[in-house]
């Protein structure tokens, strides 16, 4: 084989290269576009799908698959041929607030339903029941102006119509009281079984998983060795969990549990329980949505309102506190065909849910509304999304909170009092940094108050008031 000299061969390359270069003057050739991902627009052939959101009320993040948890292989299953966004905040710890937020996409403080009951507008002595204003868009409402049919199988109490949930809906279940899946399911999938032809939104949710639902094991089945008090049933739960609140006797006071590492150990057995319980209900009405080959011919959502706590903060339940065990929550939606399904990363909130439905729908979305479409993002584009939470639980609390750039900032409006924390290197909260990095503390604080100020709230009404707490939960 022959081999040119160095020389030669540098100045044959050069040539190459220059040959290969585009005049002085004329534009670069194009690069090659990169492959196109899904568009999640389904306008088109908006009124041929459905859509279905499914609730699993309190149910924790970190108990799913993708969470680290294995007690829900049938959630599991349908991760994997949806869209699953593994860092999604609830805005509230607790049901009323946070559902309320995901149906009108509002802040609980700009939707106003912030609590169960309110100071009588008569000027009555008694407090009433709080509900979502009339001129508060509610967005399952919006769908069934345009021809959506809007059915709801829930568990009530929290979710009740009574609250202004079911505005829109030919269908509202609420009768009983933190029913849960294995009571709201066979109407739901009843339902669907006579009407799988008809052009619709439901709604199902359940209290599988919340302290107030029973479960179907006892805990001498659950864990044979223990010897301690703890029953699992709903009216120990609620008693420990008022004896908790109790704790509250002046503003700024945290909530308190009052049991054992041990005791709690078996709380979180029994939740875990109810977990598997709640999963198996749902994958009895994913399969009869297939069955019905409902689920390519829908936008389905799982998600939850909030999480529950054992103790990691010490407090039994959900509400008086605003950890990330109550406000990480599971949110997946599976689009037709399980199109673009993949785990996103990035923060998102759960009042995010509907705005997303609407735009891949191609459906204009109310005005004066805080979520946003998530379809941007998947799309590679850069959204804001803002992460806030927010509690006034019964009156017991108010709490806010602000996450950027994993740096998280608990207000306790009550007092003043701050913690910061970073959810990068300290995920259980455990270490206040408030004091070691005051600047962030600053920021964060100011954030708070700027949103606060934006829904027409002073955040030092709140400062050292005494106010009568709710008992009724």
Known sequence: MRVLPFALTALLFAAACAAEEPPAGASPAAKPSAPKGPSFDYAARASALNVIVVSMDALRFDHTGLGGGTFTPNLDAFQKEAVAFSNATSPAPWTVPAHM???TARWPSHHGVVNKLVPDPAGGKELVLDRLKDTIPLLPEELSKQGWEAVAFTGGAGISGKFGYNRG??????????AGMDYSGPPAMEWLSANADHHFLMFFHGYDVHGQHPMTKTVAELAPDYQGTIDGSIEQQAKLREAGLAAIVKPGDPAKGDISPEDAAILL?????????????????FARVRELGLMDKSLVVVLADHGEEFMEHGYLDHGATICEHQLHVPLMIRFPGGEGAR???????????FPTLFDALGVAPPPDIDGKSLLPLLRGEQVDLPIYAESDYRLFVHLRARTRDGKKLILDLADGQKQLHDLGADPQESTDLSETDPRTAYELEQDIRTWMGGMNTDPNRYLGVAEEHITVF
């Open 101 to 103: 937020a995901i149906f």
């Open 169 to 178: 809906f030919t269908t509202y279940l609420d009768d009983k009281v933190f």
């Open 269 to 285: 057995k029994v939740y875990q329980q109810k977990v598997r319980e709640a999963d198996e209900r749902l994958g009895l009405f």
């Open 343 to 353: 785990v996103v990363d990035t923060p998102v909130r759960t009042l995010d849910t």
